[in-house]
C-alpha cells in the first residue's frame, strides 16, 4: 500500500496554504475553544460576583497558583523586625492597608513568594471600639503580612444593645468564616490588646491551644494570674470542635475565659503559652466593663454544661457580611433568653460561687 504524501503550497510570504475545507475546520477549532473559555470565565464570575464567595475565590485561584509554582514555604522570623512600635491615633486604616502588598478585600491576605503552612482566621469579637480596632490592625496586619500567612480578619460586631458576649461572638466567627473559606487556624483576639514583637508568631498548635497574650504592660508585661486564659488564643479547627468551643451564657465581662481554659482540659488538651519576651501585648486604655455578676455561679456548671453549652447550641442573627479593605465584619444579634433556653435549665449556672480559676498548667514555647 502506497502512502500519497500530498505536497504543501506556501504563499509568497512563507506561510502554509489552506484549502477552504482546512480553514472551516481550522475556524470552527478556534470557536469550540473560544466558546468554552467564554463559559469557565462566565461561570467563575457568577461565583465571585456573591460578596460571601468573592475571599474564597481568590484563596482557591491562588492557591492553585501556588501549588502549580512549586513555591517554598514561608520561613519563620526571616523577615522579624524585633519590637513593633503602637501608634496613639491611626488617622485612616484603609490607606495604610492599600500600602501592604499581597492585600485583598475584607481583610484578605495571600502570600505571593511563599506557600503558608496554615489558612488562619483572626476573630475580633467587637462592639462600639473603632478607635482600638484601627490602632490593633495597623499593627497587626503589616506584621502578619511579614510573616508570610494566608490570613483573613474577621470583625463579629455585636448589634444588639444588651450585654456584650465575647463567647458567643467568638463561636459566631467560628462558623461563619467558615462559610467562607476552610481554615485551618483560628485565632481569637481582643480588640484592645495590640502585639508589640512581631517574633509572636500567629500559628496554631497541633498538639493543643496556645495562650499568646502571655505579657500584658497593665500587670507590668506578666499575667494577672498564672491561669489566665484570655485576650489572644489560638485554635485548630479540630481542637475548637472537639471542646465545643466556648460558653454562650457569660452575659458582661469575667469567667468566660476560664471556662474557655477548663474545656481544654477536660477534654485533654494540652495548655500552650507563649514567653513573657515574644507574647508582649499593649493593652489600650479602655474604660472597665460591666461585670457579670453571676459570673462565678455560672463558672460552677462548666463541666457538666461543656457538651451542651457552645458550637452546637448557639443562637444568633447576622446582619449580613460587609468586605471593607482592612476585615470582613459581620453583623450579629443575640437574645439572651433564647440563648439561655438552648442548655437545660438545671445546669445554667450553680448555686453557690466557684473561685478556683486561679491555676492551670501550661508548657512554654516561643
Known amino acids: 500500500m502506497i502512502l500519497k504524501r500530498h505536497p504543501r503550497k506556501f504563499n509568497p510570504d512563507g506561510h502554509l496554504y489552506r484549502t477552504t475545507n482546512q480553514k472551516l475546520k481550522f475556524h470552527s477549532f478556534l470557536m469550540v475553544i473560544g466558546v468554552s473559555v467564554i463559559l469557565?470565565?462566565?461561570?467563575?464570575?457568577?461565583?465571585c460576583f456573591n460578596t460571601r464567595s468573592k475571599m474564597l475565590c481568590c484563596s482557591l485561584l491562588l492557591g492553585h497558583f501556588r501549588k502549580e509554582l512549586q513555591l517554598p514555604e514561608c520561613k519563620d522570623m526571616s523577615w522579624s523586625t524585633g519590637r513593633v512600635q503602637v501608634p496613639t491615633e491611626v488617622t485612616n486604616i484603609n490607606e495604610a492597608v492599600a500600602m501592604l502588598p499581597g492585600m485583598k478585600a475584607g481583610g484578605r491576605h495571600c502570600p505571593r513568594d511563599c506557600k503558608p503552612k496554615d489558612k488562619t482566621a483572626i476573630v475580633i469579637p467587637f462592639q462600639d471600639r473603632q478607635t482600638h480596632l484601627d490602632i490593633?490592625?495597623?499593627?497587626?496586619?503589616?506584621?502578619?503580612?511579614?510573616?508570610?500567612?494566608?490570613?483573613?480578619?474577621?470583625?463579629i460586631e455585636q448589634m444588639s444593645r444588651n450585654e456584650f458576649n465575647k463567647s458567643l461572638l467568638t463561636n459566631?466567627?467560628?462558623i461563619e468564616a467558615l462559610k467562607i473559606d476552610d481554615f485551618d487556624c483560628f485565632i481569637f483576639h481582643d480588640v484592645d490588646l495590640v502585639p508589640i514583637d512581631d517574633r509572636n508568631i500567629y500559628r496554631c498548635h497541633?498538639?493543643?491551644p496556645v495562650h499568646m497574650a502571655a505579657a500584658i504592660n497593665k500587670f507590668n508585661y506578666s499575667l494577672m494570674y498564672h491561669g489566665y486564659f484570655g485576650g489572644v488564643v489560638a485554635f485548630t479547627r479540630k481542637q475548637y470542635l472537639k471542646?465545643?468551643?466556648?460558653s454562650n451564657i457569660y452575659f458582661g465581662w469575667g469567667a468566660d475565659d476560664d471556662d474557655l481554659r477548663d474545656r481544654v482540659t477536660f477534654k485533654n488538651l494540652t495548655l500552650f503559652r507563649k514567653t513573657y519576651k515574644y507574647g508582649a501585648y499593649d493593652m489600650l486604655y479602655h474604660t472597665d466593663s460591666k461585670k457579670n455578676s453571676d459570673r462565678f455561679k455560672v463558672y460552677k456548671t462548666r463541666k457538666v454544661r461543656q457538651d451542651y453549652d457552645g458550637?452546637?447550641?448557639?443562637?444568633?442573627?447576622s446582619s449580613g457580611l460587609l468586605l471593607l479593605p482592612a476585615y470582613t465584619?459581620?453583623?450579629?444579634s443575640y437574645d439572651r433568653v433564647l440563648v439561655e433556653k438552648a442548655i437545660p435549665l438545671h445546669i445554667g449556672s450553680g448555686p453557690t460561687n466557684d473561685f478556683e480559676y486561679m491555676q492551670a498548667k501550661f508548657v512554654t514555647i516561643e
Open 136 to 155: 490593633l490592625l495597623a499593627v497587626l496586619l503589616p506584621m502578619l503580612v511579614r510573616q508570610g500567612l494566608d490570613f483573613c480578619v474577621f470583625v
Open 329 to 332: 465584619r459581620i453583623g450579629v
Open 243 to 246: 471542646i465545643n468551643g466556648a
Open 172 to 174: 459566631v466567627g467560628y
Open 311 to 317: 458550637l452546637n447550641s448557639v443562637v444568633y442573627t
Open 206 to 208: 497541633t498538639d493543643g
Open 40 to 47: 469557565v470565565l462566565s461561570a467563575t464570575a457568577i461565583i
